[in-house]
């Protein structure tokens, strides 16, 4: 059974920093491209970040672009998201997601909330 | 960055209804579009992909087509299970984008 379970959410201040990761298992990990979405408190969903099987290709949202960063480790089945600079507007349920080939997200973890707030 | 811009933002129908919901694309993404649902507290899960192929577990009471830059979602027959809100989803683009979600209400 595929299974995504994401932490590392919490209560930041403004101007600081978080480190979201993202425990995968029943797939083959290193096989598939992943994804950063979130969605703010009561609003729609934003991708944020991909990053392709072996990490030669990542791709950030223009709105946490230079703020944060996506990694992955594919020896430890894990996702990360490295966030810096944190502001007011990064409040929010923080999902990741698996791509499958033809298809985006058909696997999504239960989310992980992050409160940026002084 | 495409915009995909959902219609309606919110709809009340009632068990055993069909149900139609729109999604527009700012510019043509070939077939490159899926549908989720989401239920409150919970992740989004796939419902369509490639516009209308039809994730499998899915109840084939949900189908999708369209193609270029105007798609939509149709329940046949609306079940209570199946009140939630709906997004649709570009990839064409490795810049993704999502609609601002329709939510189906109880009439």
């Known amino acids: 059974e595929v299974q995504l379970v994401e932490s590392g959410g919490g209560l930041v201040k403004p101007g600081g920093s978080l480190r979201l990761s993202c425990a995968a298992s029943?797939?083959?990990?290193?096989?598939?491209?992943m994804n950063w979405v979130r969605q703010a408190p009561g609003k729609g969903l934003e991708w944020v970040s991909s990053?392709?099987?072996?990490?030669?290709?990542?791709y950030y949202a223009d709105s946490v672009k230079g703020r944060f960063t996506i990694s992955r480790d594919n020896a430890k089945n894990s996702l990360y998201l490295q966030m810096n600079s944190l502001r007011a507007e990064d409040t929010a349920v923080y999902y990741c997601?698996?791509?499958?080939?033809?298809?985006?997200?058909?696997?999504w973890g239960q989310g992980t909330l992050v409160t940026v707030s002084s | 960055d495409i915009q995909m811009t959902q219609s309606p933002s919110t709809l009340s129908a009632s068990v055993g209804d069909r149900v139609t919901i729109t999604c527009r694309a700012s510019?043509?993404?070939?077939?490159?579009l899926a549908w989720y649902q989401q239920k409150p507290g919970k992740a989004p899960k796939l419902l369509i992909y490639?516009?209308?192929s039809l994730e499998s577990g899915v109840p084939s009471r949900f189908s999708g087509s369209g193609s270029g830059t105007e798609f939509t979602l149709t329940i046949s027959s609306l079940q209570p299970d199946d009140f939630a809100t709906y997004y649709c989803?570009?990839?064409?683009?490795?810049?993704?984008?999502f609609g601002g979600g329709t939510k189906v209400e109880i009439k």
């Open positions: 989803q570009q990839y064409n683009s490795y810049f993704l984008t």
């Open positions: 510019q043509s993404i070939s077939s490159w």
């Open positions: 490639k516009a209308s």
């Open positions: 990053i392709s099987s072996s990490s030669s290709y990542i």
């Open positions: 029943g797939f083959t990990f290193s096989s598939y491209s």
């Open positions: 997601a698996r791509d499958r080939e033809y298809s985006p997200f058909d696997y």
